[in-house]
């Protein structure tokens, strides 16, 4: 989903909650105003509007694949070994690095949709989605999330998923996402299919790690797993790519130590 859209609905949010307010008869009671002003609302509507553009204009296809995590996982405890717990290393930094550095090899996912042309990007600028507490979602850009090194991209994710959170982001980091990921892993949900938000033409999800029983040659043994998925847009790529650009970020997450 893209933040640009949101990041103008959080403002027109705000410019409407303070009309309403202004024009509340004094002596209202603060529920009717709190039901007026309520942010979190007309995020969601916002949101939901974009949404049903993009499924009725977007030709979306759906992907998906189940990616072992034991290599990456084994690498991420190891290299947290000697780090205080302010410097470790979260697995999302992992996964958007692993999706910025496909994006950078398949550009017919990373782009937007313009005027009937797709305009394929320069850079890779990751937009993470973000809930909020006071309910709906932001979507803050990682910007050059491909050239950034897992330190700088799990310094950069944990700086604005808390600014965000807080309702302190900068304008500029609701803007200029050239794809877009999208979890809901840490409620448990082990496959979620993304609704791409125009002009982007792509949207990874993210479910949650769980176990899996799978075959090592002629044994039987519970493995970590998650399911990754695509959506994208039709016009702008087909499904040989879009399954190459899975299979890309599968082998770049069995291969940790060059991320």
Request: no cysteine.
């Amino acid at each position: 989903m893209a933040a640009e859209g949101l990041g103008r609905a959080d403002a027109a949010s705000d410019a409407l909650a303070s009309k309403e307010a202004s024009q509340t008869p004094p002596g209202t009671p603060s529920g009717v105003v709190s039901q007026k002003t309520d942010r979190a609302a007309r995020r969601r509507q916002v949101i939901a509007a974009a949404m049903e553009r993009s499924k009725r204009e977007i030709p979306h296809y759906y992907l998906a694949t189940t990616i072992e995590l034991t290599p990456a996982l084994a690498w991420l405890e190891n290299a947290n070994l000697e780090r205080p717990i302010s410097k470790r290393l979260l697995f999302p930094a992992l996964l958007l690095k692993a999706v910025a550095n496909a994006a950078r090899r398949f550009p017919q996912l990373n782009g937007h949709w313009i005027d009937g042309v797709h305009r394929t990007a320069d850079a890779v600028h990751v937009g993470m989605v973000v809930s909020l507490r006071s309910g709906g979602i932001v979507v803050p850009t990682l910007r050059d999330a491909d050239s950034r090194s897992l330190d700088e991209l799990m310094e950069q994710l944990r700086d604005v998923v808390t600014r965000a959170r807080v309702g302190r982001l900068r304008s500029a980091e609701l803007s200029d996402a050239t794809l877009a990921v999208t979890s809901l892993g840490e409620e448990g949900v082990e496959t979620i299919y993304g609704v791409i938000y125009p002009p982007q033409v792509s949207i990874i999800g993210f479910g949650a790690i769980h176990s899996e029983v799978r075959a090592e040659g002629d044994l039987l043994g519970t493995r970590p797993v998650l399911r990754a998925t695509l959506a994208a847009d039709h016009r702008a790529s087909d499904g040989q790519e879009g399954s190459r650009f899975l299979t890309t970020i599968a082998r770049q997450l069995a291969e940790p130590e060059k991320l």
